[in-house]
């Protein structure tokens, strides 16, 4: 199975910028396509950003275009979201996931614990 663990979050002040982290235990990272989530409180989970294995494809939640960008480092065996001009309804629990297959916003295979991001303002 794949373990993932995310890293970064806390807390920023509106209009600042976060970088989250995930770390992934599969040798076979750069294999599989790696996303986003996100789930305020009260919200259900939603969509935020994909990227393919070779990092050619990728998608965002229209909610972050232009704000948020997702790369990743295969031989490092991570994925990275870095969050620029952050607002309050940016808060959330940010979730790394993994699926074997192309870039979708949904039917991922595994998931991280969730790593909190707070913006005030």
């Known amino acids: 199975q794949v373990q993932l663990v995310e890293s970064g979050g806390g807390l920023v002040q509106a209009g600042g910028s976060l970088r989250l982290s995930c770390a992934a235990s599969?040798?076979?990272?750069?294999?599989?396509?790696m996303g986003w989530f996100r789930q305020a409180p009260g919200k259900e989970r939603e969509f935020v950003a994909a990227?393919?294995?070779?990092?050619?494809?990728?998608d965002y939640a229209d909610s972050v275009k232009g704000r948020f960008t997702i790369s990743r480092d295969n031989a490092k065996n991570a994925v990275y979201l870095q969050m620029n001009s952050l607002k309050p309804e940016d808060t959330a629990v940010y979730y790394c996931?993994?699926?074997?297959?192309?870039?979708?916003?949904?039917?991922?295979?595994?998931w991280g614990q969730g790593t909190q991001v707070t913006v005030s303002s």
């Open positions: 996931a993994a699926r074997k297959g192309p870039v979708v916003t949904t039917w991922y295979d595994y």
């Open positions: 990227i393919n294995w070779s990092g050619g494809s990728t």
């Open positions: 599969e040798r076979t990272f750069s294999m599989y396509t």
